[in-house]
T-cell receptor, first 115, second 110 residues
Framework: NAGVTQTPKFRVLKTGQSMTLLCAQD?????MYWYRQDPGMGLRLIHY???????AKGEVPDGYNVSRLKKQNFLLGLESAAPSQTSVYFC??????????????FGPGTRLTVL | AQRVTQPEKLLSVFKGAPVELKCNYSYSGSPELFWYVQYSRQRLQLLLRHISRESIKGFTADLNKGETSFHLKKPFAQEEDSAMYYCALVYGGATNKLIFGTGTLLAVQP
């Protein structure tokens, strides 16, 4: 099993360009999450999904959109990239329900630079 | 509102010395806490969870509700322990969302 995979690994954009980051998981997990990791700020939740066809906002959703058309995929879109969106983006998945046993499984990350 | 605080950005110790990575939380409900670790050039992975009361790679963490803390400890540090450590709190009911601390970089010197 590949676990959680992310595409692409690296990307450089110019201000105003758009792009989509793809997250895929093969663990049949219901829940999926998108985070951004910035120096000195840890990981912050952008959007999340508790099932196919459903999405919700996290802590820092502005400037991003998401879609979960298939259970195994969770897409993160930037419609008009800004330098403030330069970051490392992590996707994660987990089994459903709130439990201290339900760890999140992370992808390898996508390093995005917006010039 | 929920919050996780890791006061140390960097903790540098010598091999064989004891390690304590601090984590304090603020949460109105019953806390569920994790420690995640990110080794160089690797993805974030779970180290341990408080509900299991386990010891992983020699690390332990005890939930202290009175002090609202979940410090990570290891009696004798190894060079391979060098990594970024994140404390995380579950919130948001059944959504299993995590709020992370800002992380502590542990550097174990030979």
């Amino acid at each position: 099993n590949a676990g959680v995979t992310q595409t692409p690994k690296f990307r450089v954009l110019k201000t105003g360009q758009s792009m989509t980051l793809l997250c895929a998981q093969d663990m049949n997990h219901e829940y999926m999450y998108w985070y951004r990791q910035d120096p000195g700020m840890g990981l912050r939740l952008i959007h999340y999904s508790v099932g196919e066809g459903t999405t919700a906002k996290g802590e820092v959703p502005d400037g991003y959109n998401v879609s979960r058309l298939k259970k195994q995929n969770f897409l993160l879109g930037l419609e008009s990239a800004a330098p403030s969106q330069t970051s490392v983006y992590f996707c994660a998945s987990s089994p459903p329900g709130s439990s201290g046993r339900n760890e999140q499984f992370f992808g390898p990350g996508t390093r995005l630079t917006v010039l | 509102a929920q919050r996780v605080t890791q006061p140390e950005k960097l903790l540098s110790v010598f091999k064989g010395a004891p390690v304590e990575l601090k984590c304090n939380y603020s949460y109105s409900g019953s806390p569920e806490l994790f420690w995640y670790v990110q080794y160089s050039r690797q993805r974030l992975q779970l180290l341990l969870r408080h509900i299991s009361r386990e010891s992983i790679k020699g690390f332990t963490a005890d939930l202290n509700k009175g002090e609202t803390s979940f410090h990570l400890k290891k009696p004798f540090a190894q060079e391979e322990d060098s990594a970024m450590y994140y404390c995380a709190l579950v919130y948001g009911g059944a959504t299993n969302k995590l709020i992370f601390g800002t992380g502590t970089l542990l550097a174990v010197q030979p």
